[in-house]
């Protein structure tokens, strides 16, 4: 019912820069939060940072500073704007987003994910 496709990753040098996008499509009422994670080889899924509607935000200690995260609402996209990277911000780079939808008469909230997107910082 829902879909986020994501793009933008790849290679860069460390203190490079890389902007992720990610759009939302399908059966859609309401878009409670959007934001992304990342998984590095060997370690577990963690959060980047996340942007709900209402407009707060939150972002790993390890980004802030470093990344930003941006809304199109009208578009239902969300973008990463990753500056000063570094070698550790290896990793998988997924989607998030707590999205409403019609389910017969009820409205359910749930969590939907990205397929992933590589981001390589080579030192």
């Known amino acids: 019912q829902v879909q986020l496709e994501e793009s933008g990753g790849g290679l860069v040098q460390a203190g490079g820069s890389l902007r992720l996008s990610c759009a939302a499509s399908g059966s859609i009422v309401s878009i409670n939060a959007m934001g992304w994670f990342r998984q590095a080889p060997g370690k577990q899924r963690e959060l980047v940072g996340l942007?709900?509607?209402?407009?707060?935000?939150k972002y790993a200690d390890s980004v802030k500073g470093r990344f930003t995260i941006s809304r199109d609402n009208a578009k239902n996209t969300v973008f990463v704007q990753m500056n000063s990277l570094k070698p550790e911000d290896t990793a998988v780079y997924y989607c998030n987003a707590q999205i409403t939808t019609n389910q017969g008469t009820r409205s359910v909230l749930s969590d939907y994910w990205g397929q992933g997107t590589q981001v390589t910082v080579s030192s």
């Open positions: 942007l709900w509607s209402g407009g707060s935000a």
